[in-house]
């Protein structure tokens, strides 16, 4: 079964860095063609792209965030990492890892959703 | 502001056929990207609808169809039903001076009257 699960904490202090990590079951980051990205959701808004990595190790970054994001993967783990820096309450969302495979740039397979809030 | 718009709500009765737009620009949609869409109801992950503008994964009714002309695409639901009460979001590929990113619309709210 096809499946990715975010975990990260769900309370980070403003300025703090956040670190998420997405955990992929039934398939492999390094299968070619394989790309994971983050996408997110502040309450009660739209969803917000922010990050995708490629099975060949190519990345690429939300124009407005992109200062502040890094996106890696553990291929021994089979996990895909982001991390974000000097964070903000307006940073606070819930933040998905989602699959894309097969379908050109569709985000096929979602993971639940991690919960974030940034506040002190 | 999201680079892609759609209304804010729709609704429509059981049965009936209902349109949710989505208008992009000479950067995305315009520029020959494909749209997608995705059905979220609320507290749970967004679900994968119709890519390639037009197509439906497999496990998607027919009921659900997409189209695109110009700078816009639209998602049409026929026959609706109560569980297709949800939001929808489309998606596209926006490549511009500022950099290429992808992009979602503002997402669409149905409700089945």
């Known amino acids: 079964q096809v499946t990715l699960r975010e975990s990260g904490p769900a309370l980070v202090r403003p300025k703090e860095p956040l670190t998420l990590t997405c955990t992929l079951s039934?398939?492999?980051?390094?299968?070619?063609?394989?790309?994971v990205a983050w996408i997110r959701q502040p309450p009660g808004k739209a969803l917000e792209w922010l990050a995708r990595?490629?099975?060949?190790?190519?990345?690429y970054y939300s124009t407005s965030l992109k200062t502040r994001l890094t996106i890696s993967k553990d291929t021994s783990k089979n996990q895909v990492v982001l991390t974000m820096t000097n964070t903000d309450p307006v940073d606070t969302a819930t933040y998905y890892c989602?699959?894309?495979?097969?379908?050109?740039?569709?985000?096929?397979?979602w993971g639940q959703g991690t919960i974030v809030t940034v506040s002190s | 502001q999201s680079v892609l718009t759609q209304p804010p709500s729709v609704s429509g009765a059981p049965g009936q056929r209902v349109t949710i737009s989505c208008t992009g620009s000479s950067s995305n949609i315009g520029a020959g990207f494909d749209v997608y869409w995705y059905q979220q109801v609320p507290g749970t992950a967004p679900k994968f609808l119709i890519y390639?503008?037009?197509n439906r994964p497999s496990g998607v009714p027919d009921r659900f169809s997409g189209s695109k002309s110009g700078t816009s695409a639209s998602l049409a639901i026929t026959g609706l039903q109560a569980e297709d009460e949800a939001d929808y979001y489309c998606q596209s590929y926006d490549s511009s001076l500022s950099g290429s990113v992808w992009v979602f619309g503002g997402g669409t709210k149905l409700t089945v009257l």
């Open positions: 039934g398939f492999s980051i390094n299968t070619t063609g394989m790309c």
């Open positions: 989602a699959r894309i495979f097969g379908f050109k740039d569709a985000f096929d397979i």
């Open positions: 990595i490629d099975w060949d190790g190519d990345k």
């Open positions: 390639g503008n037009n």
